[in-house]
């Protein structure tokens, strides 16, 4: 069964500093990934996605996120933190069976202290 | 350019009542989504549909009943309302082909007591 994992329910970091937000996945063939992000009260917004190319993808706001196919993981990375990042963050991969929809993780918080 | 745009934003209904959630998209997308967001359950595909007259269902159905009578409109019927059914809805779209990126709307937070 296909499944995208996100292992942590919220990450904490200081502003200015690195940021990690883990994804996981099981697909059967080439996975087509994402990353969405939801401020309080308002739709998802598309940060970026891996559809094949180049392991690292640069997407919006800074954020880019790292595919390796042999730990199959996707995780989400951006240099420097900003308060503003603070939001629910969703890895999501392709279904292959239900006309391209995606099938979500259960979403990572990221909280940026200043 | 409105991009997907959903109504009502809340709802509050009395179990048994039934309402359409409306869900329109300008961008001559194919494809359209309504997804149910619970918290800490991420987000789980309701109907979908990959063009005008093309429905079929996706992981949690049972409840919802849908239509795709123009390329544009998307609609989500809920007959008979239960409590399980309080939630967050969010209708999507995509073109489709090599493009897969959905759009979201702002959602539709519905309560049932």
């Known amino acids: 069964a296909q499944s995208v994992a996100q292992p942590e329910d919220q990450v904490n970091v200081a502003e200015g500093n690195p940021l990690t937000v883990k994804c996981t996945y099981s697909v059967s063939g080439n996975p087509y990934l994402f990353w969405y992000v939801q401020y309080p009260n308002r739709g998802l917004q598309f940060l970026l996605k891996?559809?094949?190319?180049?392991?690292l993808v640069k997407g919006s706001y800074g954020f880019e996120a790292e595919f390796n196919k042999s730990q199959t993981s996707f995780h989400l990375k951006k240099p420097s933190a900003l308060v503003s990042d603070s939001a629910l963050y969703f890895c999501?991969?392709?279904?292959?069976?239900?006309?391209?929809?995606?099938?979500f993780g259960k979403g990572t918080t990221l909280s940026v202290s200043s | 350019n409105a991009g997907v745009t959903q109504t009502p934003k809340f709802r509050i209904l009395k179990i048994g009542q039934s309402m359409t959630l409306q869900c329109a998209q300008d961008m001559n997308h194919n494809y359209m989504y309504w997804y149910r967001q619970d918290p800490g359950m991420g987000l789980k595909l309701i109907y979908y549909?990959?063009?005008?007259?093309?429905?079929d269902k996706g992981e949690v159905p049972n409840g919802y009943n849908v239509s795709r009578s123009t390329t544009e409109d998307f609609p989500l019927r809920l007959e008979l309302a239960a409590p399980s059914q309080t939630s967050v809805y969010f209708c999507?779209?995509?073109?489709?082909?090599?493009?897969?990126?959905?759009?979201f709307g702002p959602g539709t937070r519905l309560t049932v007591t």
């Open positions: 999507a779209s995509t073109k489709g082909g090599s493009n897969y990126e959905q759009y």
């Open positions: 891996y559809i094949t190319g180049d392991n």
């Open positions: 999501a991969v392709r279904d292959t069976q239900a006309g391209t929809a995606l099938i």
């Open positions: 549909s990959v063009g005008a007259g093309i429905t």
